[in-house]
T-cell receptor, first 114, second 115 residues
Framework: EPEVTQTPSHQVTQMGQEVILRCVPISNHLYFYWYRQILGQKVEFLVSFYNNEISEKSEIFDDQFSVERPDGSNFTLKIRSTKLEDSAMYFC????????????FGPGTRLLVL | AQKVTQAQTEISVVEKEDVTLDCVYETRDTTYYLFWYKQPPSGELVFLIRRNSFDEQNEISGRYSWNFQKSTSSFNFTITASQVVDSAVYFCALRNNNAGNMLTFGGGTRLMVKP
């Protein structure tokens, strides 16, 4: 069964450093998403991406964040200058379409900013 | 605006007990979609079920069943004869038809099933 994959599974970085989180969505899916979950809290939407552009983003997704689909398979989230409060689990998701289509999540990348 | 409330932050049961996880949602849209996801201790989010606002039929899948009631804006999840492997955090989520593609999640319910 096809699944969303994410690398790395864990990342530790120093405050102020740039990090890139990588995702490979399910191959026939057209919509891609990033969510984050601060430890012990709810899952929060960051951004959705379709047709090589951002379709919507939340207030959390400020200028420090960017997304890219550098090739036909990868979907990345970059945090330019990490802060302590960026420590969280970051989930990538994809869906075949929009509307009622289910978003399938990857296993997550646990980011720790020191 | 949309909101999902899971009032039970933590539930503990003994194996073989039935347990119901509550989910109450708020939305102004008439067309929306409801989801349940399971987050086991390993951390991934596993899709369990999707429901459309115009389909109020309850659903059963093995030991899992879902009760969708528009009149009370609730989409509750029942596990029958719980097992230790059911121990996880369960999230209810909502997507409005007119609010883009974002999922709004509830705070989650941590279910602990003891042997």
């Amino acid at each position: 069964e096809p699944e969303v994959t994410q690398t790395p599974s864990h990342q530790v970085t120093q405050m102020g450093q740039e990090v890139i989180l990588r995702c490979v969505p399910i191959s026939n899916h057209l919509y891609f998403y990033w969510y984050r979950q601060i430890l012990g809290q709810k899952v929060e939407f960051l951004v959705s991406f379709y047709n090589n552009e951002i379709s919507e983003k939340s207030e959390i997704f400020d200028d420090q964040f960017s997304v890219e689909r550098p090739d036909g398979s990868n979907f990345t989230l970059k945090i330019r200058s990490t802060k302590l409060e960026d420590s969280a689990m970051y989930f990538c998701a994809s869906s075949e379409g929009q509307g009622q289509e289910t978003q399938y999540f990857g296993p997550g990348t646990r980011l720790l900013v020191l | 605006a949309q909101k999902v409330t899971q009032a039970q932050t933590e539930i503990s049961v003994v194996e073989k007990e039935d347990v119901t996880l509550d989910c109450v949602y708020e939305t102004r849209d008439t067309t929306y979609y409801l989801f349940w996801y399971k987050q086991p201790p390993s951390g991934e989010l596993v899709f369990l079920i999707r429901r459309n606002s115009f389909d109020e039929q309850n659903e059963i899948s093995g030991r899992y069943s879902w009760n969708f009631q528009k009149s009370t804006s609730s989409f509750n999840f029942t596990i029958t004869a719980s097992q230790v492997v059911d121990s996880a955090v369960y999230f209810c989520a909502l997507r409005n038809n007119n609010a883009g593609n974002m999922l709004t999640f509830g705070g989650g319910t941590r279910l602990m099933v003891k042997p």
